[in-house]
């Protein structure tokens, strides 16, 4: 059964930096591209970061590139966000999911965790 359990949310005020971690098991970490994908409130879920199986090609939205980075670790079976200069526009819940193949889409991720929440404060 595959678990994926994010960690690391909170609240911080606008410009604060969150860690958020998302742990796996029941899969074979390595052979998942790994995303982050966020649902802020009365909008649809929407593709924030994914990285390949390798860790060596990541992708991001064009509202988090230059802020956010993504990062795994296979032996740990982990992956990770990075949230520099947070934003009242950051304020969602963050979802950490597993697929196949690298891809913005969200319908690309099978697996998907129970998100944790991000609130930021202006």
């Known amino acids: 059964q595959v678990q994926l359990v994010e960690s690391g949310g909170g609240l911080v005020q606008a410009g604060d930096s969150l860690r958020l971690s998302c742990a796996a098991s029941g899969l074979t970490f390595s052979s998942y591209a790994m995303a982050w994908v966020r649902q802020a409130p009365g909008k649809e879920r929407e593709f924030v970061s994914a990285?390949?199986?390798?860790?060596?090609?990541?992708l991001y939205a064009d509202s988090v590139k230059g802020r956010f980075t993504i990062s795994r670790d296979n032996a740990k079976n982990t992956a990770t966000l990075e949230m520099n200069s947070l934003k009242a526009e950051d304020t969602a819940v963050y979802y950490c999911?597993?697929?196949?193949?690298?891809?913005?889409?969200?319908?690309?991720?099978?697996?998907w965790g129970q998100g944790t929440q991000v609130t930021v404060s202006s």
């Open positions: 990285i390949s199986r390798s860790g060596e090609t990541t």
């Open positions: 999911a597993a697929g196949r193949f690298l891809a913005k889409l969200l319908g690309t991720y099978a697996h």
